[in-house]
């Protein structure tokens, strides 16, 4: 017995091929080729073969932007890997309020940026197109950031909690914050200072599917038994499009948004008004 756990022929002493574990897995990956990298973070397809695998963390890879990109590639602070790495392992960046070293760190959606070096600070908000954009902010909006609620639940011993999009777990919320309802919280204490129901006449920005980026009002909440729930969206040019509940984040109440928004304030244009723009810039 003692042979066959070690993959010995007792008779003749030589090793052979065993199976002793048929059904362990493979494990995590630690490489991603810049091929299979998500569009929006807009690698040159030339450039490499491979991309920045964005460590395990808040954000789901293809929802992220590593801090390598956001400091090479978008803010030009760096020109390669290696100086993007060095302004990190100063401790000259801060993810919500926490230095990151990590040049994989995956920052995401609404997560705010503060480069002490420069008194820069930064939200992480979409374009029309469905692409990051680093919107600049002052300093007092940088004090908080909104988060949508995934998940309501009680834990051990009874104690309720709430989930957020980008991973936080908030004990004791407030009994009228309800699933896909937004709050707001404080960066430097971690706590809950507001919250924001999901309700028709809300302002909203869509956060997936072929509609990410664009800001509306909801005008209909439309449940399906057994099936998804479609949330239907109209901007203020009138335009209105509909999607999966999953994909929408109010931002403020009316027309009024909690967060300043970037260029556009999240209206798509035509391709016809995208080139007359274009036309007029350049005179």
Not at 14 to 24: A, G, H, N, T, V
Not at 199 to 213: D, E, F, I
Request: aromatic residues 6%; hydrophobic residues 35%; proline residues 6%.
């Amino acid at each position: 017995d003692v042979y066959k756990r070690q993959g010995i022929n007792a008779e003749y002493g030589d090793p052979f091929i065993i199976s002793l574990w048929p059904d362990m897995v493979r494990g995590p990956k630690h490489h991603l080729k810049r091929l299979n990298a998500p569009k929006h973070w807009m690698l040159a397809k030339m450039g490499g073969v491979w991309a920045p695998k964005p460590s395990a963390g808040p954000h789901k890879t293809r929802e992220c932007l590593p801090l390598v990109i956001l400091l090479r590639n978008r803010l030009k602070y760096a020109l390669t890997r290696r100086e993007a790495c060095i302004i990190l392992s100063h401790r000259e960046v801060k993810v919500d309020g926490k230095v990151r070293i990590d040049p994989n760190f995956p920052a995401g959606f609404m997560d705010v940026i503060n480069v002490d070096a420069t008194e820069e600070n930064f939200r992480l908000l979409y374009d029309t197109k469905g692409r990051f954009v680093i919107h600049r902010i002052s300093p007092e909006e940088s004090t908080f950031k909104l988060a949508k609620v995934k998940k309501i639940a009680v834990g051990p011993k009874s104690i309720p909690y709430l989930a957020t999009h980008d991973g936080r777990t908030i004990r004791y919320p407030h009994p009228h914050i309800k699933q896909n309802d937004t709050v707001k919280i404080d960066i430097k204490t971690g706590k809950i200072t507001g919250h924001t129901k999901f309700l028709v006449g809300q302002l909203s920005m869509t956060t997936g599917g072929a509609n990410t980026g664009r800001v509306g009002k909801i005008t209909n909440i439309d449940k399906r038994l057994g099936g998804e729930t479609i949330v239907h969206v109209k901007d203020s040019k009138g335009h209105d499009w509909s999607t999966l509940i999953s994909n929408v984040f109010v931002i403020g109440e009316g027309d009024e948004s909690l967060v300043s928004l970037p260029a556009g304030k999240g209206i798509r244009l035509s391709i016809l008004e995208e080139r007359a723009l274009k036309l007029k810039s350049r005179e």
